[in-house]
């Protein structure tokens, strides 16, 4: 069973306007989420994360919004860039032991910034 | 960011032989270290999840005698694929772990493709 969900293969988005990846989870556990960017045959590059203590994290173009009682996190880059084509993906864990517990990613969305 | 490097970042290999795969945090020291695969349009699968100076623990339906996984010290995990197959054909992705809580972060490796002739 997916605990990490990405419902969305794909996206694609006019260059300057917003672009808004959604993520769903079911373990209400997860208390730390992350987003990272991948290109082709490269490995992923870490976004923005945020802590499930915290509603909204901002960093530049990149804003993440967590909304627990939904078990929702979306993603907002404003403006969308050509260079933002990537696949994103979703990731969370738990505290766990002691430990930050292992990544669980979504499947990943497809975005296409068109000029 | 803290790096992570990999190496090879690509390698061809003919069936039946071994593959080693290293896995090194540059600049941080990092007790835990993580092995991914991707397939071709797929999530990053966990394969396992590997302790400094322990044994790897291997996530259900990954053969741990066919993927040999050391963690020799705090900058160095390997993969090796051993008796390789056309199917292991894929490619590999470690990240270490870092810091704790809130300030607790993964950084990925390049990757490492490997194809299997």
């Known amino acids: 069973d997916q605990q990490v969900k990405q419902n969305s293969p794909s996206l694609s988005v006019q260059e300057g306007r917003i672009s808004i990846l959604n993520c769903d989870y079911t373990?209400?556990?997860?208390?730390?989420f992350l987003w990272y960017k991948k290109y082709p045959a490269e490995g992923p590059t870490f976004l923005i994360s945020?802590?499930?203590?915290?509603d909204k994290n901002e960093d530049g173009r990149f804003t993440v919004f967590l909304n627990k009682s939904a078990k929702h996190l979306s993603l907002h880059i404003v403006p969308s860039q050509p260079g933002d084509s990537a696949v994103y993906f979703c990731?969370?864990?738990?505290?766990?032991?002691?430990?930050?517990?292992?990544?669980?990613f979504g499947k990943g969305t497809k975005l296409s910034v068109k000029p | 960011g803290a790096v992570v490097s990999q190496h090879p970042s690509w390698v061809i290999c003919k069936s039946g032989t071994s593959v080693k795969i290293e896995c090194r945090s540059l600049?941080?020291?990092?007790?835990?270290m993580f092995w991914y695969r991707q397939f071709p349009k797929q999530s990053l699968m966990l394969m396992a999840t590997?302790?400094?100076?322990?044994?790897?623990?291997?996530e259900q339906g990954v053969e741990k005698d066919k993927f040999l996984i050391n963690h020799a010290s705090l900058t160095l995990s390997t993969l090796t694929v051993t008796s390789a197959h056309p199917e292991d054909s894929s490619f590999y992705i470690c990240?270490?772990?870092?810091?704790?809580?809130?300030?607790?972060?993964?950084?990925f490796g390049p990757g490492t493709r490997l194809t299997v002739t």
């Open positions: 945020i802590s499930s203590i915290k």
């Open positions: 600049d941080f020291q990092a007790t835990t």
């Open positions: 590997s302790n400094e100076g322990s044994k790897a623990t291997y």
């Open positions: 373990n209400s556990m997860f208390d730390y």
């Open positions: 990240s270490a772990g870092s810091g704790t809580g809130s300030s607790y972060e993964q950084y």
């Open positions: 990731a969370a864990s738990e505290w766990s032991g002691g430990s930050q517990g292992n990544l669980i």
